[in-house]
């Protein structure tokens, strides 16, 4: 799953802390600037269960999460 706009705090730890509640989460992970290492603002979850990855686009996509509405989608 595409997971957007993502505040500059989140790490990789903390999506799949936050995501692990609806489900497995193989991996998660934040997409940094190789450069100054600094987040770009988005990221992406593995979850091996189709349903709860469903689950989680139709709960939470929209929501706010440290005052950003993120964006979740699935990730081709």
Do not use: C
């Not at 992970?29 to 139709?58: C, H, L, R, W, Y």
């Amino acid at each position: 799953l595409y997971i957007g706009n993502l505040d500059e705090k989140i790490q990789s730890v903390h999506l799949k802390e936050a995501f692990q509640e609806f489900g497995k989460v193989k991996s998660a992970i934040v997409i940094n600037d190789k450069k100054t290492g600094e987040s770009k603002g988005f990221g992406f979850i593995e979850m091996p269960d189709e349903a709860e990855a469903q689950k989680v686009i139709d709960t939470v996509s929209g929501g706010k999460w440290e005052g950003k509405v993120i964006t979740i989608r699935k990730a081709y």
